[in-house]
């Protein structure tokens, strides 16, 4: 599987069904919901599933917290925060959220603009000066959006970790080496996730703020909302409570992912709007309630930080002021992701938030929040086919009440009752790769299947079968599938990588992969 296009880029793997070494997601300390807000019980199998989600993935430490019509209706700890000394989670414990901490640099710059210091529209040459010429017509907006096309300060890590700087030096030789590197694509036209933007940002806070951006952000957020723990630092620094964050190596959770190590963050502190924020889920809880109550934004700005940007030719993109979107039929979410094991998404329709924290990279706690969030909408659920689009929950009924082999006539069905019945390459890959994760793995299989036949001239879907086949120990499925796959498309470099790791021969002339 080379690439599924998800929401916000989130990358699909499947988890260890079991955790031979590791303490049990809950019992004992730490792993007693608390909630000294929460005015309602938890619904009924929320805590099951939780820990269920947590054995499956080989999570050592979660956090959540649920707010419903602005207040936190559930926050429960689990696990470790610390394997090695036995030292349980508990609300006090805060953990790194990574990336996450780019929806609090949107904030910080709707501030600015409340404060009328700021225009989001207005190019970044305004207000700082000496910036390359191709760089100066680039907006505010842009910059938060990542559509700038800057070239990345950041050089992302080969596996796990959070990449490493530009350049030979520290922090002041790669600013001066990424201004000498060219525009990635003209600015506006194409999305590119990048850390370039957000070190502009971060001097723009530091500038119109009046004070460094960490101190702006703390003061202007972080204390209004109650956020009792949170604060800025990495592995680096000592920081009270902090989870101890672990990795599997090869930064994938496969069956043969090895056993667990430490994870290191390093966030240099021009980075550090971008990513760098420590806090726990009752610190984001109360951050999202005091966003959405009017202490931290008007509503109109608030409206303006979860717009989508616009491209030059008039699409929406994907991003909004530090905000993934996810744009949908049902439940639309605005999101916070961080480093592959925190995340929060606002439900702003529903009057709904969930956060969920780990200290696991490739937890992608991400890709089950809206299963956690289905507890407190009833047709958002996992028996209702949760966060699935229309038309796959459509093909899930038939599947479930024809059988999971009877993909294609199902689908005839469907184009019968509505000719214009639709369904997506990417969306049936997502899903039949989750289904294979969760342990549906005959239900999974069959879905992918299905979209090889319904796409048969894509790769990417035979390959991601033979991905799905090869982890679930059908060898000589997966080499078979793979094979098609490059027939279709003789420059998937993951397809010869996985065929090499499996033994089959690769045809000559097939492209190495660099």
Request: charged content about 20%.
């Amino acid at each position: 599987m080379r690439t599924l296009p998800l929401l916000f880029s989130a990358l699909m793997t499947l988890w260890q069904m079991s955790a031979p070494g590791l303490p049990p997601p809950a019992g004992g300390a730490g792993s007693t919901p608390t909630t000294p807000q929460a005015a309602t019980r938890p619904p009924a199998g929320l805590e099951d599933y939780l820990r269920e989600k947590m054995a499956r993935r080989r999570i050592p430490g979660m956090q959540v917290a649920v707010i419903r019509d602005g207040r936190i209706v559930f926050s429960g700890s689990y696990g470790k925060a610390n394997l090695q000394d036995d030292i349980a989670v508990t609300p006090d414990t805060v953990f790194s959220i990574n990336s996450a901490t780019k929806t609090f640099t949107g904030v910080a710059i709707l501030q600015l603009v409340e404060a009328g210091k700021l225009a989001l529209d207005a190019p970044v040459s305004r207000y700082l000066a000496g910036l390359p010429q191709t760089w100066q017509p680039i907006t505010i907006r842009q910059l938060l959006n990542h559509t700038s096309g800057l070239p990345d300060i950041l050089v992302p890590p080969r596996a796990q970790g959070t990449g490493t700087l530009v350049g030979d030096g520290g922090e002041d030789a790669a600013w001066e080496k990424v201004q000498t590197l060219p525009m990635d694509f003209p600015t506006g036209t194409a999305y590119r996730y990048n850390q370039t933007n957000y070190v502009l940002l971060g001097r723009i806070i530091d500038s119109l703020g009046g004070m460094p951006f960490t101190r702006f952000i703390r003061e202007r957020q972080f204390a209004p909302a109650g956020m009792r723990h949170a604060g800025f630092g990495d592995s680096r620094d000592v920081t009270p409570h902090r989870a101890q964050p672990y990795r599997y190596p090869g930064g994938a959770t496969t069956l043969a992912t090895g056993e667990l190590q430490h994870a290191f963050d390093e966030f240099p502190l021009m980075l550090r709007t971008g990513a760098g924020i420590n806090a726990s889920a009752d610190d984001v809880a109360n951050w999202i309630i005091a966003l959405q109550d009017g202490r931290l934004l008007k509503r109109e700005s608030l409206r303006e930080l979860w717009a989508p940007g616009r491209f030059n030719d008039g699409r929406a993109t994907s991003w909004a002021s530090g905000w993934p979107r996810i744009d949908r039929e049902d439940h639309p979410a605005v999101a916070g992701i961080g480093g592959r094991r925190s995340a929060f998404f606002v439900y702003p329709r529903d009057r709904l938030a969930v956060v969920v924290l780990t200290n696991l990279a490739g937890a992608n706690p991400e890709e089950f929040i809206d299963e956690i969030a289905g507890f407190y909408l009833p047709d958002f659920s996992v028996a209702n086919g949760g966060a699935l689009p229309r038309a796959v929950k459509a093909l899930r009924r038939g599947l479930i009440a024809r059988g999971w082999d009877q993909g294609l006539a199902v689908v005839a069905d469907l184009k019968r009752q509505d000719p214009a019945f639709e369904l997506r390459e990417d969306e049936l890959n997502v899903w039949g790769y989750r289904l294979v994760q969760d342990g549906q793995t005959k239900e999974g299989l069959a879905v992918l299947k299905l979209n090889t036949e319904l796409f048969p001239a894509s790769g990417n879907t035979f390959d991601t079968l033979a991905e799905a086949q090869a982890m679930t120990g059908d060898r000589e499925a997966a080499i078979r599938n793979y094979r098609l796959s490059l027939e279709r498309d003789p420059g998937n470099r993951n397809a010869v990588d996985q065929l090499r790791a499996l033994g089959a021969p690769v045809a000559s002339g097939t492209p190495a992969r660099h």
